[in-house]
């Protein structure tokens, strides 16, 4: 299992202090056998759209929005929670923060921009 990123979350990741960097990965930390079952779906939050499923995990001021694709996660973005944060107040929307981003079509813009770039680590 291979943690990738595509050129815009590592450029994302890449801008941040090292200490955040370090802290975001220990964030995520997943293991082989976490990509079996319904470990993830426990341990972050999901995001469904038609046959996508994308996971979010929190870490201090920051969200990673990722998916496990051929074994492998695929870090999408690296952002911050108050960019989350100001999209979901303009959308004002009654309905949790993971259902609100997963019919936004303008978040999966945002998370589909990297997909034809990737960078593995």
Known sequence: MQ???NEISSAELSQLATPVQFQLIEALNIQPVDL???TLATRFGVL???ET???RCRA???RIYFAVEG???RVHR???KNSIADFLFRSNLPVSEDEQLAKSKNF???IEEGASTLRVY
Do not use: A
Request: cysteine-free; overall charge neutral; aromatic content about 16%.
């Open 3 to 5: 943690i990738v990123f």
């Open 71 to 73: 074994g492998n996660v």
């Open 60 to 62: 201090g001021d920051y």
């Open 48 to 50: 469904e759209r038609k």
């Open 53 to 55: 499923k994308l996971y």
């Open 108 to 110: 999966w813009k945002l």
């Open 36 to 38: 079996e079952g319904d």
């Open 78 to 80: 690296v952002l911050h």
